[in-house]
């Protein structure tokens, strides 16, 4: 029972409606029921990512300036300096100096966080670099905890005064570590670098933008050390932010109360210096943003099931149409018309089928003609092989009892001409096959040309030249033969004088190359295409022959190619797969 047609058009048509409108259904109802939870969940893993990146850059800072340090404390000119006697001499300090100041200013400038550094030296030498002209020291306090450490590095945060006229106090974070002479391992001095507080809090303050609520920093001892809100510095940060911590976990968040009101609060330890980075967004902030996500659902729920149903007919119809062209047009195909094509004009997936089925169709016209036009050569080639096979037998036996004749008759330049004819025409039956070895066609070229050269009473001069090694190579038989008779009748044979036929025979690459050339009165270019490529000619029907035949078995880049120069002769190229044969060579050798 034939079912009943349901075009893909409309198919497509419900199936994009159903498989647009009702996910979007179902997918606003439970957005809207699990936003809440899933807008704190991200945030939270966002600021989470977020704080983590800013913690890890701080280190990163905290790493380079321990590098500069350490760079500064084996300098060799520092250490030159720290272990001077006190009593010497200015210009050598101040020599010394200028060769500090540019290795510091380097550093400096290199490094975009350090504002400052400090050298104090227990000879009581002391050096300054000074970006925003603070006042630098070193208490007893620091020099002790510095000894304590003995070369390790510690950090402090200060406020130092400025010197200029105004007078404030900057908040810096100071490294503060030895120089040790390491041959006697004794103290030499002890170095400062400053970071300037407002160095770190543009890290993060690049985050915050009204939305990602308040970052601060405090130290061991919990006071706030670096704030997004300055008025927060050199404070005690609320205890109940900090209930949640978990010192197993480097970075983490929760939630916690403080003053009647709840906050998300993310955080990072950083290790090394015994501080955390602390980041605090109130929760009524976080959900504030669901009656927003509210109202934008439902109006992109309207307004996509409105635009859905319009779209999916119109891109229904746009898409799916051309498929019914063509449909017709593959119907017309297998009615047998190739001539049949799409006009579609797209530059989608349809419009490159569209050009692919023409493609593909005028291509299977011209092999369809291709096919056609080489069975009927074929079968050409066929009935003149027959033909060939048929009349050679007759004449071969008949030239046979021609020689034993002239023998008895002691006839000697008739039984070579015989004999010459009678191999030519051996050599032409060849046991009907098309292809012989390049040694036997040459051999049946001689066999011509010994005949020829009799008939023109050696007015003509033949040449041959062809290494030994390829004359066992495969190729068309009786190609060679009627070249040589064109370039005998229709070039030399003209001539006045005598005249000359030189063949060469090349392996080129992957090809064999016959080259015949002669210096007869040459040929113009409509008669060699009318030779070649016109079906109605009579001249030169061998040569079109040759050529069709060579193109008939190895495909349209192999044939003959003319060069000719009006009374300057004529250059033949006959070019046909290199086919290495049985191995098997003449028994008689190429002369050249």
């Not at 017709?328 to 018309?337: L, T």
Request: aromatic share 8%; with cysteine; glycine share 4%.
């Amino acid at each position: 029972m034939k079912k009943r047609f349901f075009s893909l058009e409309h198919k497509v048509l419900i199936c994009f409606i159903l498989l647009s409108i009702v996910p979007i259904i179902l997918t606003s109802y439970m957005v809207y029921k699990q936003v809440s939870v899933i807008l704190k969940e991200n945030i939270a893993e966002s600021n989470l990512s977020t704080v983590q990146q800013i913690g890890s850059m701080m280190e990163h800072v905290v790493s380079d300036v321990n590098k500069v340090s350490l760079h500064i404390i084996y300098n060799e000119a520092v250490r030159q300096l720290l272990m001077m006697p006190s009593d010497t001499s200015h210009k050598d300090i101040s020599q010394l100096n200028n060769e500090i100041y540019e290795q510091l200013l380097f550093h400096i400038s290199s490094t975009e966080y350090i504002d400052s550094m400090y050298i104090e030296g227990d000879n009581g030498l002391s050096f300054t670099i000074n970006g925003t002209g603070l006042v630098i020291s070193i208490n007893e306090e620091l020099q002790k905890r510095a000894i304590e450490k003995n070369g390790g590095s510690i950090w402090v945060y200060e406020e130092l005064e400025t010197v200029n006229v105004q007078r404030k106090n900057v908040p810096v974070y100071s490294q503060v570590r030895l120089i040790n002479d390491y041959l006697n391992i004794e103290p030499l001095g002890i170095l400062r670098v400053n970071v300037k507080e407002e160095n770190i809090a543009k890290i993060y303050e690049k985050d915050i933008n009204g939305k990602k609520g308040s970052y601060y920093i405090i130290d061991s001892n919990q006071n706030i050390i670096s704030s997004s809100d300055k008025k927060m510095l050199n404070s005690k940060i609320n205890k109940s932010l900090l209930q949640g911590i978990n010192q197993e976990e480097q970075f983490w968040y929760y939630e916690t109360v403080m003053e009647n009101k709840q906050f998300l609060v993310t955080y990072y330890y950083m290790q090394d210096l015994d501080w955390y980075l602390i980041n605090l967004i109130p929760i009524e902030d976080i959900l504030s943003e669901m009656n927003i996500i509210r109202n934008i659902t439902v109006m992109i729920l309207v307004i996509s099931i409105i635009i859905c149903i319009i779209l999916s007919r119109l891109i229904s119809y746009k898409f799916l149409h051309p498929l019914k062209e063509l449909k017709n047009v593959m119907e017309d195909v297998e009615q047998e018309d190739f001539s049949a094509r799409l006009t579609l004009k797209r530059n989608d997936e349809i419009g490159i089928l569209a050009a692919t089925f023409n493609k593909m169709s005028k291509r299977l016209e011209e092999l369809l003609t291709q096919v056609y036009y080489a069975k009927i050569m074929q079968k050409e080639a066929e009935l003149k092989a027959l033909e060939a096979q048929i009349n050679p037998h007759f004449l071969y036996n008949t030239l046979d009892v021609i020689y034993w004749k002239c023998r008895m008759e002691k006839a000697h330049e008739s039984e070579r001409l015989i004999i010459a004819l009678s191999k030519l025409f051996r050599l032409t039956l060849n046991k009907g096959n098309e292809f012989t070895t390049l040694g036997k066609e040459l051999d049946h070229l001689k066999s011509y040309m010994t005949i020829q050269q009799v008939k023109y009473e050696d007015d003509v001069t033949f040449s041959i030249n062809v290494d030994d090694d390829i004359l066992d190579c495969k190729v068309i038989k009786l190609v060679l033969q009627p070249i040589v008779e064109n370039a005998l009748i229709h070039g030399v044979g003209k001539r006045v004088e005598e005249g000359n036929i030189w063949v060469k025979i090349i392996k080129q690459q992957e090809d064999l190359v016959y080259i015949i050339k002669d210096d007869g009165i040459g040929i113009d270019q409509h008669i060699i295409d009318e030779i070649l490529y016109k079906k109605e000619n009579s001249q030169g029907y061998g040569m079109k022959n040759v050529n069709e035949r060579i193109r008939l078995h190895f495909g349209e880049g192999y044939g003959i190619d003319f060069f000719s120069e009006e009374g300057k002769g004529v250059t033949v190229l006959v070019k046909q797969p290199f086919i290495r044969g049985d191995g098997l060579l003449n028994d008689q050798n190429v002369s050249s």
